[in-house]
């Protein structure tokens, strides 16, 4: 299976406003320039199931979503969100009584489908400092990945971000490091092994 198709070599941002209910539905999206912008009603969707949504619904057509921003909302919900959005993690603040804690939980049978569970009330600063150890504690060894990828970043001296941004969506989504970082390499000694070509064709010409 390729990993690298167009799709995933392009993730998207979705920006979420609040609406209200003169919209035609609870969740509305469009397009604007190369980001997407959701505006939903709260009488009729939660800003929790209006972000699951327009995510799976960008999944469904093989769109990663990797930044959600919130726009209008508390200064803590919005860095939460966008911190859990580049970990690909819906976030969900619960009641239920099996939360005690932030955590997140993966499904077993896609662990690239994992939330991060808030309890009702928890100190949301509090749960953005916890959201690292809680990603590490479910994703391990795609934790430890995400790890080497700052690394690099931080050793390149901002020279090569963007690509090792996106290696890092690709690893979160796959699930899969080290068929990520063979197909990095084959396409960089395809690249290499192009440009020796044209170069030794220029240099007889």
Not at 13 to 29: F, N, V, Y
Not at 35 to 52: G, K, N, Q, W
Not at 140 to 161: C, M, T, Y
């Amino acid at each position: 299976m390729t990993i690298l198709t167009r799709e995933r070599l392009c993730p998207v941002s979705l920006h979420l406003r609040q609406g209200d209910a003169q919209q035609a539905k609870a969740i509305m999206l469009r397009r604007d320039g190369d980001r997407f912008i959701a505006t939903y009603d709260p009488e009729r969707a939660s800003l929790d199931t209006a972000a699951v949504l327009a995510r799976a619904l960008f999944s469904s057509k093989g769109i990663t979503v990797s930044e959600v921003i919130l726009e209008g909302h508390d200064p803590d919900v919005t860095a939460l969100y966008r911190a859990a959005s580049k970990l690909l993690l819906d976030v969900e603040i619960t009641s239920g009584p099996r939360i005690t804690e932030p955590t997140v939980k993966v499904r077993s049978q896609d662990p690239t489908q994992a939330t991060y569970f808030i309890p009702e009330g928890w100190d949301l600063s509090g749960a953005l400092d916890r959201l690292p150890a809680a990603f590490a504690g479910a994703r391990p060894v795609v934790a430890r990945n995400l790890e080497r990828i700052a690394q690099a970043k931080k050793d390149s001296g901002g020279k090569i971000d963007h690509a090792l941004d996106l290696i890092a969506v690709l690893v979160l989504e796959t699930d899969d490091p080290a068929g990520v970082w063979d197909e990095v390499l084959q396409l960089l000694h395809q690249l290499q092994a192009k440009q020796t070509t044209v170069g030794a064709r220029a240099t007889a010409a």
